[in-house]
């Protein structure tokens, strides 16, 4: 025993004599690297987030009537800005390079993405600003990469957490904003740059800090919610019904997109006649249904807060619908992560009127998670973003409506790019 005790006492010796050392990803040029682009990720779009308030604040001064010629205008000038400094694309495009193009994301489209998002999302088109900053910072990356002469896997994990480092930002989510940078390139319901999580990680938790600090983020919900009360062990079970439904909205909302643009296709014309086209219309939508207007990140709270007839909340829904589809299909730039939890939301609401008994959050939270996953095919992620979003705490739910809605998602998707490339051609 005596003998046993002496060998431990010289073991432990031996471990204290030896120098600490840190992980390998520790302070070394790799994991500076991610920080620095998580750096970037944060000041850009916290910048963007300061110039996109002002012009929200000027814009909005035009009310009644005058927002339809003053949506016109906004989508004519966005149109010229694509028509003479260049096409940025859209989420199309950035799958594409990630899986197709060596994970090169172009920066030189930027100020064009920057300028003619700002317009379109100040000016309430029914677009969110995540898109155009998963853009800008992911061609960040791609820049920094090339600057330090990475290839190969290297440069697209520096280019998904530049998109995670821009995602995470607008979102306050790290973890949410890294996984949604690794599953919106999903393929065949499998996530193929797992290599990437852990950039992404460190890039979205600097830019997270940064972002933070620039426009004084705080801790907490952005979406407040009634508080949500535990009913039984089949609250999944129901979550799961919910999500059904909101799943044949996100066909609808899918199909409804596709038909636009099938449409606009046929108007043999410039881009800015096209965007012209959509912020009359956008206007008109926008004059009668005023809550409509805006990518939802303010209208969701008010949409929660205000009681709403259930006729009324038919209209908000449809004509919703209606503006994004008018939105993506018109040519106008923007993300629709927040419009179709806008969406999920007056669905929710409807739902709970009919069937009161159902908890009203577990109503909206489950049909956000099923169409923005049907949609955007990300469950991981939508269920991470929606519980940080929303501080509604029990994971179960949220993640069975999410489930539900990727696997019901129509064979079609939404995002193209998530395809092989021989079958979308």
């Known amino acids: 025993m005596k003998l046993k005790r002496r060998r431990q006492i010289v073991s432990y010796s031996s471990i204290l004599d030896q120098p600490l050392k840190f992980t390998p990803f520790v302070f070394n040029r790799t ?7 998580g750096l970037m990720g944060g000041l850009i779009a916290g910048i963007y987030w300061i110039v996109l308030e002002f012009l929200i604040h000027k814009i909005a001064f035009f009310e009644g009537w005058l ?7 906004c989508g004519l000038l966005a149109g010229l800005i694509i028509h ?8 199309d495009l950035i799958v594409d390079n990630i899986r197709f193009n060596k994970g090169k994301l172009d920066p030189k489209n930027n ?3 920057i300028l ?9 088109g029914s677009l969110g600003p995540e898109a155009p900053l998963v853009q800008v910072t992911g061609s960040t990356g791609t820049w920094l990469g090339k600057i330090f002469r990475l290839k190969g896997e290297e440069l697209r994990s520096l280019s998904i957490a530049g998109m995670a480092s821009g995602f995470t930002a607008l979102f306050g989510a790290p973890l949410g904003g890294s996984l949604f940078s690794l599953e919106i390139l999903h393929h065949k319901h499998a996530v193929e740059y797992y290599k990437a999580i852990i950039p992404a990680l460190v890039a979205s938790c600097f830019s997270y800090v940064i972002f933070a600090l620039i426009i004084h983020l705080g801790l907490g919900a952005t979406w407040s919610l009634p508080a949500y009360e535990y009913s039984g062990t089949f609250d999944f079970g129901i979550a799961v019904l919910l999500a059904i439904v909101a799943t044949i909205v996100g066909w609808i909302f899918i199909y409804c997109i596709k038909f636009l643009k099938s449409l606009f296709k046929k108007v043999k014309t410039a881009i800015y006649i096209k965007t012209l086209i959509g912020g ?11 809550l409509t207007r805006y990518f939802g990140h303010e ?12 006729n009324a909340l038919f209209l908000i829904l449809i004509f919703k619908i209606l503006a994004i589809a008018i939105t993506v299909t018109s040519g106008w730039r923007g993300g629709f992560i927040i419009p179709l939890f806008f969406v999920g939301t007056t669905l929710g609401l409807i739902i709970h009127h009919y069937f009161p008994s159902i908890n009203v959050s577990l109503a909206i939270i489950s049909c956000m998670a099923g169409i923005n996953a049907c949609v955007t095919r990300t469950p991981m992620s939508t269920t991470i973003l929606l519980a940080t979003l929303t501080g509604f705490s029990y994971f179960i ?10 696997f019901l998602a129509p064979r079609t998707a939404f995002i193209g790019a998530q395809m092989d490339k021989k079958k979308r051609n």
Do not use: H, K, R
């Open 299 to 310: 209208e969701i709270n008010s949409l929660v807060n205000t009681n709403f007839s259930v």
């Open 116 to 124: 003619s998002s700002l317009l379109c999302v100040a000016s309430g």
């Open 84 to 91: 003479y400094i260049g096409d940025p694309g859209e989420i």
């Open 111 to 113: 100020p064009s993405m």
């Open 31 to 37: 994991f500076l690297l991610w920080a620095l682009l």
């Open 397 to 406: 739910p949220i993640l069975f409506a999410s489930l539900t809605g990727y």
């Open 280 to 290: 009359i219309l956008l206007g008109v939508i926008s004059f009668y249904f005023p």
């Open 67 to 73: 927002v339809i010629p003053t949506m016109a205008i």
